[in-house]
């Protein structure tokens, strides 16, 4: 910590302890010791003495005492020459000034006529409030219990223009923050710049200000003292309980703009004891280790379009957004909803046109939060009916945010966007697929909107480990093509996570239960060798998901005792997916195709089925769209095999699982796959090669049939007898 901050915090405590004694001292001669001083209309005496000493002072002589405190708290000023650990001294040196502003302040309400104007908002000729009478601590204070408002701003001194004024004050209000306005500098202060533009102050819009005098910024303080008086169960004189409350429910900063003297240095080390840090926008000397607030206690200079996001960040504040700002209605009883091809107003990916979704983390200072753009056309430039490509490409950045986190957050992509009326979302990764209705488009739903909706419910769900979120909507093809490379490098990272471990070496698998707005009975069972069967949620995407949010739809499943290994069945799995799929399904197998397999939402990368005369299986990406050699088109197999229902004969998975030792092992494993749609088993050529090798099989890829040499399901028979497929030679399926 810098020697510098340190002695002018240290020095502007000493000032203010002079010019409390100095005062209280004029007070008593001119008035007498017994003269009765209070704030107006509260039974919390004067807070910050009663809350933190338990001191119950009604007199001016009973200033007396609290001024002894301040002055045995006064550490000396460091010298020159002398080096020390300043933050305990600078720490008492705030309490003290926080002491000496109180006898200041409380002088004042003895004084006629009264400085202050004691109703709720300010008149034209009256701007200052002062203290907060017991009413308006009730009606406010308890926002920051219930988190209405999670805290508010101190606004120190005054900005260089009255428009940079209202914009931050807009900024903090957007926020759901309180500003409180004290100090005047140079006879200029933020309050009288909101004054002079028209802008409706007082606690009603949450502007509120509280006094010229640098004193003034007592009252947030005592405010603060009285909400962990009232609300957090702190008893007068428990000083720790009142500053601990204060660091971890209230989440306040100060904002110190423009001119930072000896006495607003004292001020912010005061603030600091309650764990509320100073952010400048002046070159100040910085206190950046963390300890008594949660992150840095002093932060300079910032400029004055990042100033309020890097308080919020440097406070630790999450943001909420109660509600999600788009033109058409919002709630999970929206996310069943389909839209019809004749209702549809715009296609977007799918089967075909590119597109993907990705979430990453970034620095702090590389996101905006709440910055949303569309590269591309929007809704009102395209033609109606039209299908165009969409890829939603997320940037997070907090200090709690890790990369493990990153699949779990971008998997609700699917499930935030299918909360809109009007709009339907499948799929995820690079196989995702939006319609929006003509609907939805009338009443004013734009592309921008998907961002309005992920960086509101994105906060709601996830801001505890993140703090910025900013999104970009692309609607062009070139753009998503040149990007959708860097995506796929990072899922199949993702997917190679978990390459060494086995069903076998964990007790423990999670459950997925974030597709029953689609299947309501569905419930995937995640191993460490099956991935749930949309491809974005491994072993480790569950277990991260679960340390998120504990009551969330990714639940530890313990195995239990074993029931049947080869099927891959155990009791207490059984249990959990009677229990979670609504009493419908009582076994599960994990690693049969044939005997009650694992349900399927609507999400699988792929579906897979037994095509009988052949004694094997065949496997479809939900890319292709021709016909297949079970006789249907993936969009009508889907139909048939999603909803949640168990289907014998008949699985969706996703396309990492058909690597697994555990591909429907209990049948055979990946040796019984005689078809496979050419794209996806060209993108598989690696894994079926190391299958082939696995199994001992020579040539193992060029044994599986495709669609450029086989569609009917005779014609794989035809192709596989003539390679000599091993699945012929394999005991029969059933
Ligand atoms: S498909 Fe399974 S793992 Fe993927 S989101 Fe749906 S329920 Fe979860």
């Known amino acids: 910590m810098s020697r510098l901050i340190a002695t002018r915090a240290i020095r502007g405590a000493h000032k203010l302890v002079a010019r409390a004694e100095k005062e209280l001292k004029q007070e008593i001669e001119e008035k007498g010791p017994q003269t009765k001083v209070e704030f107006p209309n509260t039974g919390y005496y004067l807070p910050i003495s009663y809350g933190i000493l338990g001191l119950k002072i009604e007199t001016i002589g009973g200033l007396n005492e609290l001024l002894e405190e301040a002055k045995k708290l006064l550490p000396p000023i460091p010298d020159e020459k002398l080096w020390l650990p300043f933050l305990g001294h600078t720490l008492d040196a705030g309490m003290a000034t926080l002491f000496a502003d109180e006898i200041i302040e409380a002088i004042k309400y003895t004084q006629d006529p009264l400085p202050y104007l004691s109703e709720p908002n300010p008149r034209d000729e009256h701007l200052w409030l002062g203290a907060a009478n017991d009413v308006i601590l009730r009606e406010r204070g308890i926002e920051f219990v219930d988190g209405t408002a999670p805290g508010f701003a101190v606004c120190v001194g005054y900005c260089p223009t009255n428009e940079i004024a ?103 080390a005061g603030a600091i004891n309650y764990g509320f840090p100073t952010i400048a926008d002046t070159d100040i000397d910085q206190i950046l280790p963390t300890g008594i607030c949660t992150y840095e206690h002093v932060v300079s200079p910032v400029s004055h379009d990042k100033i309020v996001s890097k308080a919020i960040e440097v406070r630790g504040l999450k943001i909420t957004i109660t509600k999600v700002p788009i033109p058409v209605p919002f709630g999970p009883a929206f996310q069943g909803e389909r839209i019809r091809k004749e209702d549809m107003c715009v296609e977007m990916a799918g089967q075909t046109k590119p597109g993907f979704e990705y979430l990453t983390t970034k620095k702090l200072d590389e996101v905006e939060d709440g910055k949303i753009e569309v590269i591309g056309p929007e809704i009102d430039e395209i033609e109606e009916g039209s299908k165009i490509p969409l890829a939603i490409w997320i940037e997070v950045a907090g200090r709690e945010m890790q990369p493990d986190f990153e699949p779990i957050l971008e998997r609700q992509i699917h499930d935030f966007i299918n909360c809109t009326n009007g709009v339907f979302h499948m799929g995820q990764r690079d196989i995702n697929w939006v319609r929006i209705s003509k609907e939805a488009k009338q009443k004013g739903f734009k592309f921008k909107h998907f961002g309005s909706i992920l960086h509101a419910k994105l906060h709601g769900e996830y801001g505890k480990i993140f703090d910025k979120v900013q999104i970009k909507i692309f609607t062009q093809e070139k753009d998503i093509l040149d990007l959708i490379g860097t995506a796929r490098k990072v899922y199949k990272k993702r997917d190679e996570r978990l390459a060494d471990m086995t069903d076998e070496s964990t007790d423990t698998y999670y459950s997925c239960t974030l597709c029953q707005s689609f299947a309501p009975n569905h419930v995937c069972i995640i191993t460490p060798e099956r991935s749930g069967l949309c491809g974005a949620y491994n072993w480790l995407d569950g277990k991260a998901a679960y340390n998120i949010n504990p009551t969330g739809p990714n639940q530890p499943v313990k195995k239990g005792k074993v029931i049947d290994a080869v099927k891959g069945q155990w009791q207490d799995v059984n249990e959990f997916i009677y229990n979670n799929s609504h009493k419908t399904l009582e076994i599960f197998n994990a690693y049969s195709i044939i005997e009650h397999p694992m349900t399927s939402c609507g999400c699988f990368e792929c579906i897979c089925c037994v095509l009988p005369s052949t004694n094997g299986v065949m496997i479809v990406f939900r890319d292709y769209i021709g016909m297949t050699p079970v006789g249907m088109k993936f969009s009508t197999l889907a139909g048939m095999v999603g909803g949640g229902a168990q289907t014998p004969g008949f699985i969706g998975h996703s396309k990492q699982y058909i690597g697994s030792a555990k591909f429907i092992s209990a049948n055979g494993g990946a040796k019984r796959i005689v078809w496979m749609d050419r794209a996806l088993k060209e993108e598989m050529e690696p894994v079926i090669r190391k299958i082939g090798n696995q199994e001992g099989i020579e040539n193992f890829f060029d044994m599986i049939a495709d669609d450029t040499n086989a569609v009917t399901e005779e014609e794989v028979l035809e192709y596989i007898t003539k390679k000599n497929h091993l699945a012929l030679s394999l005991p029969a399926l059933f």
Not at 188 to 208: D, F, H, N, P, Y
Not at 226 to 252: C, E, M, T, W
Request: hydrophobic share 40%.
């Open 166 to 268: 209202v914009k931050i004050a807009r900024e903090l209000q957007e926020k759901n923050l309180y500003v409180f306005m004290a100090a005047a500098t140079e006879g200029k202060s933020m309050a009288q710049q909101l004054q002079e533009e028209g802008i409706q102050m007082g606690w009603e819009t949450r502007l509120v200000p509280y006094g010229d005098d640098v004193t003034a910024c007592i009252h947030s303080l005592g405010f603060s003292t009285r909400v962990a008086l009232s609300f957090g169960g702190a008893q007068p004189g428990d000083y720790r309980k009142i500053l601990h409350y204060n660091k971890n429910r209230v989440f306040a900063f100060i904002l110190a703009l423009g001119p930072v003297d000896d006495e607003k240095h004292a001020q912010a």
